[in-house]
């Protein structure tokens, strides 16, 4: 069974940073792509970034320049680096990945979101 287990979150006063991290645990044999996407209360959730195993990174325009997405390979994890935070950034955040199991099947899996609070 794969897990994503996610952790960062926090209140953070407006122009401030967080790091989110989530690591990627179980039974894969290859990770695809890994992103964070965020839902806002009463917004559909929406993409802030991804990367794939290569590096190639995507970013929504409403975070260019602020947050930057990175992964290490061999842990099968991936950080989000928030900084000069806003309050419309406030969300809770969730950890996606595609990747493929021993079987060669392509899953994606979700994790369980980790809340973002941007306030004074």
């Known amino acids: 069974q794969v897990q994503l287990v996610e952790s960062g979150g926090g209140l953070v006063q407006p122009g401030g940073s967080l790091r989110l991290s989530c690591a990627a645990s179980?039974?894969?044999?290859?990770?695809?792509?890994m992103g964070w996407y965020r839902q806002a209360p009463g917004k559909q959730r929406e993409l802030v970034a991804t990367?794939?195993?290569?590096?190639?990174?995507n970013y929504a325009d409403s975070v260019k320049g602020r947050f930057t997405i990175s992964r290490d390979n061999a842990k099968n994890t991936m950080w989000l680096q928030m900084n000069r935070l806003k309050p419309e950034d406030t969300a809770v955040y969730y950890c996606?990945?595609?990747?493929?199991?021993?079987?060669?099947?392509?899953?994606?899996?979700w994790g369980q979101g980790t809340l973002v609070t941007v306030s004074s």
């Open positions: 179980g039974s894969i044999f290859s990770i695809y792509v």
């Open positions: 990367i794939t195993s290569g590096g190639t990174t």
């Open positions: 996606n990945t595609v990747y493929s199991d021993y079987a060669r099947r392509t899953l994606q899996l």
